[in-house]
């Protein structure tokens, strides 16, 4: 699903300056101020924890701690949800849409854009909802976990989380994955792609936000693609691929996908476009605050649609 792309971001609303602000102050506490967090910097992840739930808690929303062990250690899942009200007449649980991203980092990196990133739209959209009456119910959730040596496997916390809801039944209508959402180029070239022949449809210049999904996902992927195009000020690009094409699978959306729930990423691109990937040099300096804005701006819109009955 190719789009028009420009090469300039809009300019900011004074709503989008202070968005903008939010999201720089969050990529900073975590990738600057706390750093490396994973199972190797446990004391670190477990900071990065505690603020993702004191954000949430500041916001007026009420966080649960959905937790496993690995090696006796303890993980946590974060989670916090405005219960929506459709369906409320005849004793029916409204629809989930559920809006996650991963908030430990790689080993030897950071993690300002892999996720802090995504960590930090996460939160600025929890805020931007909580306190609002919703039709479906809004789950915000932070996932532990999702790097190697536990990416795509069993230890996951996305998949140990998505396993539970499938469990308890969940009725999950959208999964929608913040993946690395920071880093814009204008430079030629600066787009590559897991197979050349995607670079003949898509664009070669890195100043898009992607939409990316498995085959199964694609009416859920269109309809969001379609909705950030009608509200957002920053080119984006949409793709519903085979799983197996590199790239496609490497976030929390896999967890879902493999428990039955239609699930996107949103993403920058990652390795094919940042070079700062799962690296030490993943710093909050090297985000484009703009444009990430304009993504977290666009995507509240989207959301706002898709809980329309």
Known sequence: M?????????????DEVTLREELRADVQKLAGDIGERNMWRYAQLNAAADFIEDSFSRAGLHPRRDSYEIRGQACHNIEV????TQGAAVSSPPSIILIGAHYD??????????????????LALARRFAGKTTQHTLRFVAFVNEEPPYFLGGDMGSFVYASRCKARGDKISAMISLETIG????APHSQTYPSPGLGM?????????????NVHSRTLLRRVI???????????EGAALPSFIPGVSWSDQWSFWRCGYPGIMITDTAPFR????HSASDTPDK??????????SGMEKVIEDLDKP
């Not at 190719?2 to 004074?14: C, D, E, M, Y």
């Not at 449809?201 to 999904?213: E, H, L, Q, T």
């Open 2 to 14: 190719p789009g028009k792309n420009v090469s300039k971001a809009a300019p900011l609303s004074s």
């Open 81 to 84: 949800e405005i219960p929506g």
């Open 105 to 122: 980092s790689v080993f030897g990196s950071p993690g300002a854009n892999d996720n802090g990133s995504g960590v930090a739209a996460m």
């Open 183 to 186: 880093y814009f180029s204008d």
């Open 201 to 213: 449809f898509y664009p070669r210049v890195g100043n898009f936000i992607g939409f990316v999904s």
């Open 226 to 236: 379609a909705l950030f195009r009608k509200y957002a000020k920053i080119p984006s």
């Open 274 to 277: 940042y070079p700062h990937y």
């Open 287 to 296: 985000l484009n605050y703009d444009r990430f804005t304009l993504v977290v």
